[in-house]
């Protein structure tokens, strides 16, 4: 008897043991314990500030943050958002408010100061970068309704301007007597760069393109990136540790017909 009850007993505490590590391992998932890919953000997104920094995919095509914003001047089209988007979450996780002298930019750094010059009237704004976008060709940012205003950009909608990074505030409002100090981040002379042609889901199809652009260009990778739910196949040219001159690389592929080449960070 003694045999049988004790045969009984580990029996039950086999049970109790496969039940109690179920229940555990159920409720870890239900916690988030299993690793989690992070969503890349839909434009003027929700997506969290330490995600900012992340390459992220919008129809089709992928976007590499910038660690630093030192020397950043671009040209390009302004557009603005407003009633649609206030309330809501931006990218680096505030609320949108139209009102602020904020703006949307693809690959700035969040908490960026941007100088904006509207060329065709030189009204310039200075506002922070808090979300991402505009993902339209041809469009460099985004502005808040309030900055459209004081650029003269909300009854056209759009406008050519000029962005120049400032960095990020330390000090000052910028109003009045206190005029307002950036802190430049860490300088772009760190690289290094190359000059991303295009990404594949065919592995095949990248190291194809990767043996023609090596009949021109000397330097010739395929990176294997893993989105999470998808692994895609980039295709780099070049490497330097210069932004410009990365973006000099970019000029010339585009050039020769790959209109859609971008200069990434290493």
Request: charged residues 20%.
């Amino acid at each position: 008897m003694k045999s049988k009850k004790k045969r009984t007993t580990g029996k039950n505490t086999g049970s109790f043991l496969f039940f109690s590590i179920f229940a555990l391992l159920a409720l870890c998932y239900v916690l988030g314990c299993s690793p989690k890919t992070v969503p890349p953000p839909s434009g003027h997104s929700k997506t969290a500030a330490k995600g900012t920094f992340k390459p992220y995919t919008i129809k089709g095509k992928t976007y590499h943050p910038l660690n630093s914003s030192v020397g950043f001047e671009e040209v390009g089209y302004a557009s603005w958002y407003g009633p649609n988007f206030h309330g809501r979450k931006t990218s680096n996780g505030e609320v949108y408010n139209m009102e602020a002298m904020t703006a949307a930019h693809k690959t700035l750094p969040m908490n960026t100061w941007v100088s904006v010059t509207n060329l065709r009237n030189d009204l310039k704004a200075v506002v922070r970068i808090n979300d991402r976008g505009p993902f339209v060709d041809g469009r460099v940012i985004d502005l808040s309704k309030a900055a459209a205003r004081s650029l003269g950009v909300l009854g056209p909608g759009t406008a050519k301007v000029r962005l120049v990074a400032l960095g990020y505030k330390k000090a000052g409002t910028g109003q009045g007597n206190k005029p307002a100090r950036y802190i430049p981040p860490a300088s772009y002379q760190k690289g290094p760069f190359a000059v991303q042609v295009g990404a594949f889901t065919s592995e095949s199809n990248a190291w194809r393109l990767a043996a023609s652009l090596r009949v021109k260009w000397q330097t010739v990778q395929v990176i294997r990136f893993d989105r999470g739910d998808r692994v895609f196949f980039r295709v780099w040219v070049g490497k330097t540790t210069n932004l410009v001159q990365a973006r000099e690389m970019q000029a010339k592929l585009r050039e020769q017909g790959f209109h859609k080449a971008f200069a990434v960070a290493w």
